[in-house]
């Protein structure tokens, strides 16, 4: 079976205030099979920085969690507790974050193609918008 690139964003909400205000982008990706979501958790780092998470399906009856829960296509056990706790050192005292894991659903396509001429990926790099944005602006002022 071919997959598409697997990445993990982690989307931080201050205030411990997940609203499900990205869930109809989502959904509209999902659908769109631009992405699979394949896991993802609900992380809670209260005020004096101790780190709880749940599975989104777990979410005691929330219906923003359980919403975004119905667009997994479950892989499960991506992340580990051990990765959870990394991804959420960064995450302020009293905030909350989304981690999702998705497949770039997309670029199968892409994979199948390469495979089937006999190509193989030399590599692959994430480019992070900071620096995209300073390229972008050094030039426009040259």
Do not use: C
């Amino acid at each position: 079976m071919t997959l598409g690139p697997i990445e993990v964003i982690v989307i931080g909400f201050p205030g411990n205030q997940f609203n499900g205000g990205i869930i109809p982008e989502l959904e509209q990706l999902v659908e769109s099979d631009t992405i699979s979501i394949v896991d993802g958790l609900l992380v809670m780092k209260t005020a004096d920085g101790a780190v709880e998470f749940f599975e989104f399906d777990q979410d005691g009856g929330d219906p923003d969690a359980a919403r975004l829960a119905a667009l997994f296509d479950r892989l499960d056990s991506l992340i580990s507790d051990e990765d959870v706790n990394e991804l959420a050192a960064d995450l302020a005292p009293d905030s909350s974050a989304a981690i999702l894991v998705f497949e770039h659903t997309w670029a199968k396509k892409l994979a199948g193609a390469v495979e089937g001429s006999g190509g193989f990926v030399v590599a692959r790099e994430y480019i992070p918008e900071s620096i995209v944005e300073a390229a972008m602006a050094a030039a426009q002022n040259s």
